[in-house]
Each structure stands twice: as structure tokens, then as C-alpha cells.
């Protein structure tokens, strides 16, 4: 059986999907991540009036805007990662799989990026 | 897949779930209900960055009866995940596998995720 990997595959250890434990890895490395900036989150949200001033000070706040853009980078790269498990084991037909994997993705992507450019746009005052 | 003779254990219709069993498929439930929350805290967001006009017509909707419903639904749904996300984290350097530590650890999870939600309202009532 191992005769068919060549020493180079085996070495490299990153199976027929080329991503080894990259999935797994960077599913806790996220979470890990994300623990101290969830409860910061929602606790500084809590304990701030909810009026648009407020909150736009406080988003412009730098460490506040490198905080948020982490945040939100982190937490859809986490929600794509694990979108992407419940679709591979719900998902039976490869085709529909597939197009929903894309779909999945692209939706991460567009409103991770409609996040950290919104907070951006906050933080420069554009 | 063919249908198989063969007797099927356990049966998820018929079969009471353990609690771990029970949170491990809440985990999945709340982990995409949390990627749509996702969505909607950079909806706010983006309204924020559009004008204060705009943030102030969604802002109503979360403040009324529906929307604090919605809103505890979806904040206890995220420390559910966050703190049984934090016991898969300890499952996986090794610890805690014991029946008895993983039933306790169960009810810990359920037990935190309500005192954080109920301290973030606290907190809001607050400030």
C-alpha cells in the first residue's frame, strides 16, 4: 500500500487533499483566537449606549479597530472552516456539494471583507 | 447506500441521546446559527459605517421585544459554542475523556453559557 506514495509525498505528510491537519489546525488556532475577542466583544457592546456616536468613537479607537478587524477576519475564516464540515457530511451529491462549498466561501468572503472595510471606513472617518 | 438486514444501534428516533451527544450536535446547530449572527453583526456594521441615519433604522428592531428575544437567543447560542468549543479544545491536548468528567463538563458548559448570557443583559441594564 505505502509503495504507491513516493518518500517525497510521505515526508511532506499531506495526504490526497494536500492539506494534511491544515483544516483541523486552523479551526482551533481561530477559536483559540477568537476566545479572549468574543468576550470582549460582547461585553464592551453590552456595556456601551447602543447610539451611533458611541459607537463609531469607540470603533475609531485604534487598538479598538485592530481588534475588531482581527475579530472579524478570524471569526468567518472559523465559520468557513466549520460551514465546510457540515456541508462535506450533509451534502450527499457531489455536483450540489460542490456548488454549495463555493457559495459557502464566497459568502464568508464577501462579508468578512464588508466587515473589516466597514470598520476601516469607520476608523479613517471616510 | 443499499438497505441493509442488519439491526441498527443506535436509533436516533428511538434511542435517548446522552447530554454529550446532545450538545455535540448543538454545537453544529449553534455553530451555523452563529455564521448567519455573523452576517447580521456586520450588517450593523456596515449601516454604522454608512451614516447615522441608516444605523439608527436597524437599531429600533433590536431593542424591541422580538429583537431581545432574537438577541438572547443568539448570545446564548454563542457562549454554548464558545464555552463547548473550549471543552473540545481540552479534549484535544488529552484531558477530560472519564464518562463522569465528561457528563460534568457537559452541564459546566450549559451552566456557563446561561451565567454569561444573563451577566451580558446584567451588564447592559448597567451601562
Known sequence: MGDLRSPLSRAKGLGSAKEGTGHFWHQRLTSLLLVPLVLWLGFSLASMPVDHATLVGWIAQPLVTVALVLLISAVFYHAQLGLQVVIEDYVASHAKRTVTLLLSNLVCLLFGLTGVVSVLKIAFGA | ????????????????????????????????????????????????????????AIVPHLQSWYGQIFLVGLVFSLYLHFCNGIRHLIWDVGYGFELDTVDLTAKLVIALAIVLTVATWVVAGAG
Open chain 2, 1 to 56: 447506500m443499499s438497505q441493509s438486514k442488519h439491526p441498527t444501534s443506535p436509533h436516533l428516533q428511538i434511542y435517548r441521546l446522552p447530554l454529550t451527544a446532545v450538545l455535540s450536535i448543538t454545537h453544529r446547530i449553534t455553530g451555523v446559527l452563529l455564521a448567519f449572527g455573523c452576517v447580521l453583526l456586520v450588517c450593523v456594521l456596515a449601516a454604522a459605517a454608512d451614516s447615522a441615519s441608516t444605523y439608527q
